[in-house]
C-alpha cells in the first residue's frame, strides 16, 4: 500500500535518478535539512544548500540508482525508514553500490529532513585501529561476513508501519 509520504520519498528520488533539480527541490520545504557525509558540505539547511549540494553532486555523477530494499512508516505519516540499494555511475565510469539508509520527515507534504546513513566504518585512529584488526583477521581465516553477503530474502521485507 502506498501512501503519501512514500509517494512524495519516491517522487524525490525518481527526481535525483533523473538529475531533475526543480523536480527534487519541489519536494523539499523551504527550510528542510538535508544531511549525507558523501557531500562536501554533509549538513545542507535550507534549499540553497540543498540546491549547492545537489549542483555538485550532479556534476560529479553520471548516473545515480536507488532501489528500496525496505520501508518503514510511521502511524502518523509523517516519518519514514528506508533502507535503499545503491547504484551509482561516476563520471569517469566507475561503479558505485552500497546499501544506504535514510531517515525522512515531511510536513505539509514536503521533505523538512533526508538524513542518509552508510555502513562504513569509524574514521580516524579507530577505523586505522579497525581495518588492521581485520586484516589480521583475515590472515588468520577468520573473516567477517559484509553486509551484501546477508541474502536479499533476509534484508527486503517491506513493512508499512515501524
Known amino acids: 500500500m502506498s501512501t503519501p509520504l512514500r509517494a512524495l520519498i519516491e517522487r524525490n528520488f525518481a527526481a535525483v535518478e533523473a538529475k531533475d533539480l526543480e523536480a527534487v ?3 523539499f ?4 535539512i538535508f544531511i549525507d557525509p558523501h557531500y562536501p558540505s554533509p549538513v545542507m539547511i535550507g534549499k540553497t544548500a540543498i540546491t549547492d549540494g545537489l549542483r555538485w553532486a550532479f556534476k560529479g555523477m553520471k548516473q545515480f540508482g536507488f532501489t528500496i530494499v525496505s520501508y518503514g512508516e510511521w502511524a502518523d505519516g509523517q516519518h519514514a525508514a528506508v533502507e535503499m540499494a545503491t547504484h551509482h555511475v561516476l563520471q569517469t565510469g566507475m561503479h558505485l553500490q552500497f546499501p544506504q539508509a535514510f531517515f525522512i ?6 521533505l523538512t529532513r533526508i538524513q542518509a546513513y552508510e555502513p562504513y566504518g569509524p574514521s580516524g585512529l579507530g ?3 579497525l581495518g588492521v584488526t581485520r586484516f589480521q583477521r583475515r590472515l588468520r581465516g577468520q573473516g567477517s561476513l559484509r553486509i551484501s553477503a546477508i541474502p536479499a530474502t533476509v534484508r527486503s521485507s517491506d513493512q508499512s508501519a515501524v
Open 105 to 110: 520527515d515531511a510536513q505539509d507534504n514536503l
Open 25 to 27: 527541490l519541489q519536494c
Open 127 to 129: 577505523g586505522l585501529i
Open 29 to 32: 520545504a523551504e527550510n528542510a
